[in-house]
């Protein structure tokens, strides 16, 4: 099964469980410093033997996978290869059957809640766009700004001017500025991929999840989003899910891509080298 | 203890009087039938033996009269019969004109009322009907009455029936407990204990009583005897109750489920939030009293089967107010389940009010047919009303039923596939819209059904149906939207489990906790008893 | 959108309604009920200060409603058990305060007696007390709220899912209080309470300060209410209401926002109903059936959710128009009310308020 081409990945798994101790039970826990992104080992997300199946079902089989920080990788497969799955792990969303999962070299993922997974400085962008519909575009991104995110701090909040700039610059980055004030519900789809960008940024991860995040945007759109990524690696480190092989070319010129196939890792290497590897083949062309 | 020494006088006085009016018998004793209007009540229920044990049918006059109070006394020397309108001395029967007028009321007490059904028990002894005999043996059974011995024992050896010379035994046994020859005790006793009746225990009880300083029964070894009987009767009465128990928890679960499973379509399949679903239950028991009332008067002949009747037209009118309800409000609220929530309650109080408006606020009176009356006895204190076994009956007959129609009929077919994919539904030529209709009007249908069955056992008025609707979506919850087989068993877990621990703690505080518990259980388990996980389990 | 509804909601000219308001409340209905002579034609019945005292305890109800339902989404069918509970909490004190007067003479409520109670149960202690009772108003039903907000949302329910388990709560809540044994006076209640504080609460000015307490709770609790739907906290709980997966993804844990607005609801709903008590002179455990909490419902909806104002207008719509029905034509209450359900749902989804805001606003864009 995971006979592809295998990262050789950093074999220090031994020394990465003890650190992190505390339980993701609290109601309202500052993120302390222990739980600070460590990537001195150049490695910022790695997942070591998943397992996820639902009722006897294996969405993900013994996934390995790591990526380094400041990468962009691209993720492909087929409809079913556990790409959204993967995902959800990441985030929190759904906790693996067996197997761990490392943000950096200290933070075991399978101990934080989604929101506090999203604190550490991992951003998730969904398949289908998901804004803050009622609200404004302004207001998403004021939302999904760093600060600090407990209820006592969100009733006293108060926009200070060097935030408002920051999101005025984010407005400008995503082409919203004139809908600053409309409500996100009424944009468009592309325009809501956009903004959900602009909110991921706002954030300021380290780690970007993106799910197909070219999904209903026009020709140029997409072309300018793969420009935006382009730009954003190096600073952050993006994982692109995506099934557009144009876009996928254009954002993985000389990078690693890698192609899952039932839930496990088929094959990792240069984007030829994938498209040539036998197995790809069999799987995207049928059998 | 003093009942005991007055049924022994009793019987001795019985037996004295039997001995000196049995030869001369043709009609009742002139001194017997004086006794009954005049004695005091212990000599009432002498002379009420002794006719019970010659069952002469010719004593049957009096006795009515007794039982209707017509039976006077006079002066405390002249029995006489009173109707009401003419008087005629009881023992003559030489009318009396004009009526006297110092006609004293006999005054009877309860232990009277008692001899007397036993008195006439002892004539319906030898009546042709079955029925009769059997309900004459029980109550015979529990007199215990020595002086009824031949009386038994000439039924018996004229009877046929199995289950009433079963009985008549066990009748026969209670006689001769206190028989003078210490094996027939033995053997009476052992014939009681296994009888496995509350009554037999009480006879048996009473040998071990003691009598002054001495035990009613003298002998060490027949005592013994009598307190294994009773243990062993105790054993069969213990398992009756854990079973009556199980059976009254199988009943309530077999009506949550019939109440569930209607919302089992249309919110476990459809997602609907129909919170009128108890109005269209209350609905089924109404068109169920109207069926029952329109056969009364117009076709009495088809009057014993009303509810083969009712069944149809209850899921057709609860069907069609379902089916009307989706078209005119539902259908434009999909996707809106708290909306949903909020119309369709408004429908359910428009619903109540209408229907207090047409048949008032009172209940109305919806009859068990004879054969769904009276019940199977299973055991001497286990009896399994006919109703509720039909109903059980009906709840499975409807779950195959439901389930048949959703795996394989095309209707079934296509309301899985909207449900599961409304859109792929819609394009490979569903017609999504008839289809949202038909799959509601099944489950309204089937809450009209769980109606007809409920009015066989409940009261039927306008607000029926809210009672019923926590429940329901209790049991929907619990069992797992979308699962009818988690339905199933939900309802019977919820049923029986409610109902053994009324035995522990009371009906209200039951059924808090069973509320508390399910609250608390969805907190584990949000998705109910049967889980669809996976990745599209919480969208 | 929200942003213009909000501020035209708490623009100047709102501010001078609530002043209006202030005025009429707290100067106005005291002189003409009580220094106007009965027999003029300006004179206010003490039967309208209590109507209108117990209609403004609803709308604070509603407006706890519409914190939780019209800003995050929570649909609750339970709010009834919160009021009642805050009724109950200042009925026990009610109860104490009538003393030796009842019909038994005796020191314990006169249901106590009649059940042959000897002392009071250890949860009655203290409730002679008026500060206490009004702790226990506010901690009992916070308390619950708060366990039983901190389960369901911990475990993500949410949706239709919790609105029936509410509704479960209640009508527990509903048969454990009809139970004669739990302490509270079983069916009836309590009732026929003497004094609060000393005053008769009968007496016209005991009315008339419980009705100026009433119109000052319900001021504060929509000050406060848009205090918090105008904060970031309120921009959280609408964005918790259309995407709660995103606000997670975001770094906000929902678990804790939800809680807050829904125990803090949960104690208006509370204040509501110690406030109901006294003016009203009855508690019974019918306040905790579901009808009565899927009603509060609808009077937010009636109103307009998600906009503060609407529901205490559809709190006084529906409840104005209740106390004349159920007088003038009873029987046709229920048809009315259930329509209303129906009606509102389909053609009016934003309530009054929400439609006459659209209106303005495509007037406005005309002009």
Redesign the interface.
């Known amino acids: 099964m995971n006979a592809a081409v295998r990262t050789d990945a950093p074999r220090q798994g031994a020394s990465l469980g003890t650190s992190s101790t505390e339980r993701a039970v609290g109601l309202e826990r500052p993120i302390e410093d222990s739980r600070q992104l460590d990537t001195r080992h150049g490695v910022i997300l790695y997942l070591e033997d998943i397992t996820v199946s639902f009722d006897g079902f294996k969405a993900i089989n013994h996934l390995n996978l790591a990526i380094d920080r400041g990468e962009l990788r691209a993720i492909i497969g087929p409809n079913g290869a556990g790409k959204t799955t993967m995902m959800d792990v990441i985030t929190g969303k759904t906790r693996p059957t067996a197997g761990r999962a490392f943000f950096g070299q200290t933070i075991d993922l399978a101990r934080l809640n989604e929101a506090q997974i999203a604190h550490a400085g991992i951003g998730r962008k969904f398949q289908k766009p998901t804004v803050f519909e009622e609200l404004t575009v302004f207001e998403n991104l004021e939302l999904a700004m760093k600060t600090d995110k407990r209820v006592w701090a969100s009733l006293f909040f108060r926009l200070t001017g060097e935030a408002r700039a920051r999101i005025e610059a984010r407005l400008e980055l995503i082409g919203l500025k004139e809908h600053a004030q409309r409500a996100a519900g009424l944009l468009s789809h592309g325009q809501k991929q956009w903004l959900e960008i602009g909110m991921l940024l706002m954030q300021e991860p380290q780690l970007l999840l993106l799910d197909e995040p070219a999904a209903g945007m026009t020709d140029e759109e997409t072309e300018r989003s793969g420009e935006l990524f382009l730009t954003l690696a190096g600073e952050y480190t993006l994982v692109v899910v995506e099934h557009d092989m144009d876009f996928i070319k254009q954002i993985s010129a000389g990078r690693r891509v890698t192609c899952l196939h039932e839930g496990s890792v088929l094959a990792e290497g240069s984007l030829e080298q994938v498209q040539n590897n036998e197995r790809v083949i069999e799987v995207y062309l049928g059998r | 203890m003093t009942s005991l020494l007055a049924r022994l006088q009793t019987a001795a006085l019985v037996l004295a009087l039997g001995l000196c009016g049995s030869a001369t018998l043709a009609r009742p004793a002139p001194e017997l039938v004086l006794q009954l209007a005049t004695g005091d009540n212990d000599a009432r229920i002498a002379a009420l033996g002794t006719l019970a044990a010659s069952a002469d049918p010719d004593a049957l006059p009096l006795l009515e009269a007794l039982r209707d109070d017509a039976l006077k006394s006079r002066g405390g020397n002249q029995a006489v019969i009173y109707d009401g309108e003419t008087a005629r001395d009881a023992i003559t029967g030489k009318p009396l004109v004009p009526v006297p007028d110092d006609l004293e009321d006999v005054m009877t007490n309860n232990r009277v009322t008692v001899a007397l059904d036993a008195a006439f028990a002892a004539f319906d002894l030898a009546a042709p009907e079955r029925a009769t005999r059997l309900a004459a043996v029980r109550t015979l059974q529990e007199s215990g009455d020595p002086a009824l011995l031949p009386l038994l024992d000439k039924a018996l050896a004229t009877e046929k029936d199995p289950q009433v010379i079963d009985l008549l035994r066990v009748a026969q046994a209670g006689a001769r407990l206190h028989h003078p020859d210490r094996a027939t005790r033995l053997a009476a006793i052992e014939t009681l204990g296994g009888s496995g009746a509350p009554g037999a225990r009480a006879q048996l009880g009473s040998l071990l009583e003691k009598n002054g300083a001495s035990f009613v029964e003298a002998d060490a070894a027949v005592r013994e005897a009598a307190r294994k009987a009773i243990s062993h009767i105790d054993t069969w009465l213990e398992i009756g109750e854990i079973a009556g128990g199980l059976f009254t928890g199988v009943s309530l679960a077999s009506i949550l489920l019939l109440a569930a499973l209607g919302l089992a379509i249309t919110y476990g399949l459809m997602g609907v939030i129909n919170m009128a679903h108890g109005e269209l239950i209350m609905i089924g028991a109404y068109a169920t009293f109207l069926v029952q009332n329109l056969l009364r008067t117009h076709a009495p002949g088809l009057f014993e089967f009303y509810p083969l009747f009712a069944i149809p037209v209850a899921f057709l009118v609860s069907a069609l107010v379902g089916a009307t309800m989706e078209r005119l409000v539902i259908r434009h609220l999909y996707g809106r389940p708290l909306e949903t929530l909020l119309a369709t309650w408004g429908i359910s109080l428009v619903l109540i009010q209408g229907v207090r408006s047409l048949f008032g606020a009172q209940n109305v009176m919806v009859e068990n047919p004879a054969w769904l009356s009276g019940g199977v006895q299973v055991m001497s204190n286990l009896i399994l009303p006919w109703n509720r076994l039909a109903i059980i009956a009906f709840a499975i007959l409807v779950v195959m039923g439901m389930s048949l129609i959703l795996t394989r009929t095309r209707l079934g077919l296509f309301v899985r596939a909207v449900t599961q994919n409304r859109q792929m539904a819609g394009c490979v030529g569903v017609a999504t819209p008839r289809v949202d209709t038909l799959a509601f009007a099944l489950g309204s249908g089937v809450a009209g059904l769980a109606g007809c069955a409920l009015a066989q056992v409940g009261n039927v008025g306008p607000d029926l149906g809210q009672s019923y609707i926590i429940d329901s979506f209790m049991v929907v919850v619990l069992g797992g939207v979308g699962q009818l087989a988690g339905t199933v068993y939900a309802a019977l877990g919820l049923g029986v489990f409610n109902k053994l621990l009324e035995g522990v703690a009371g009906a209200v505080l039951a059924k808090i906790t069973v509320l508390v518990l399910i609250i608390v259980f969805i907190q584990k388990r949000p998705q109910g008893l049967f889980a669809v996980k996976g990745r599209f389990a919480d969208n | 959108?929200?942003?213009t509804l909000t501020a035209r909601l708490f623009g100047p000219k709102a501010w001078a309604a609530l002043l209006v308001f202030a005025a009429v409340t707290l100067v106005m209905v005291p002189v003409l009920n009580l220094a106007v002579p009965a027999d003029s034609a300006f004179h206010l019945s003490t039967y309208w200060v209590t109507l209108i005292g117990k209609i403004m305890c609803y709308a604070i109800v509603a407006l706890a409603m519409d914190l939780v339902?019209g800003y995050t989404g929570i649909?609750s069918?339970g709010h009834g058990i919160f009021f009642a509970l805050g009724g109950y909490g200042m009925g026990m004190y009610l109860m104490r305060a009538i003393g030796r007067e009842g019909n038994y003479q005796s020191d314990l409520p006169d249901f106590m007696v009649f059940l042959n109670w000897k002392t009071l149960p250890w949860y009655w202690q203290g409730t002679e007390h008026f500060l206490w009772a009004l702790a226990l108003v506010v901690l009992v039903p916070g308390l619950l709220a708060f366990v039983?907000g901190y389960?369901?949302f911990?475990?993500?329910?949410k949706?239709?899912?919790f609105?029936?388990?509410t509704?479960?709560?209640t009508?527990?809540a509903m048969?454990?209080f009809?139970?004669n044994e739990t302490g509270f006076g079983g069916n009836n209640g309590f009732t026929d309470f003497k004094r609060i504080l000393g005053f008769a609460i009968t007496a016209p000015e005991t009315r008339v300060v419980l009705f100026g307490l009433t119109a000052t709770a319900l001021m504060g609790a929509l000050l406060l209410g848009r205090f918090?739907v105008t904060?970031?906290?309120g921009?959280?709980l609408?964005?918790i209401?259309?995407?709660e997966?995103?606000?997670?993804?975001?770094?906000?844990?929902?678990?804790?926002?939800k809680?807050?607005i829904w125990t803090l609801s949960a104690v208006l709903c509370a204040i509501a109903g110690a406030l109901y008590v006294p003016q009203v002179g009855i508690i019974n455990p019918g306040e905790m059936s579901?009808?009565n909490s899927?009603e509060i419902?609808?009077w937010t909806?009636v109103g307009g959710r998600g906009t503060l104002i609407g529901p205490l207008i559809g709190a006084g719509l529906i409840n104005g128009v209740k106390s004349w029905f159920t007088v003038a034509f009873p029987?046709?209450w229920?048809?009315f009310?259930?329509?209303?359900?129906?009606l509102?749902?389909?053609w009016l989804?934003r309530g009054v308020v929400g439609q006459l805001q659209s209106w303005f606003s495509k007037k406005e864009k005309r002009a």
């Open positions: 959108m929200n942003k339902w649909l069918l039983f389960f369901a911990r475990s993500r329910i949706g239709v899912y609105s029936i388990i509704q479960a709560l009508y527990a048969l454990l009809f139970r918090i904060s970031k906290l921009r959280v609408a964005a209401r259309d995407a997966s995103r606000v997670m993804f975001s770094g906000y844990n929902p678990l804790p926002y809680l807050f579901p009808a899927i419902a609808i909806a029987e046709y229920l048809y009310l259930g329509l209303i359900f129906i509102v749902t389909l989804p």
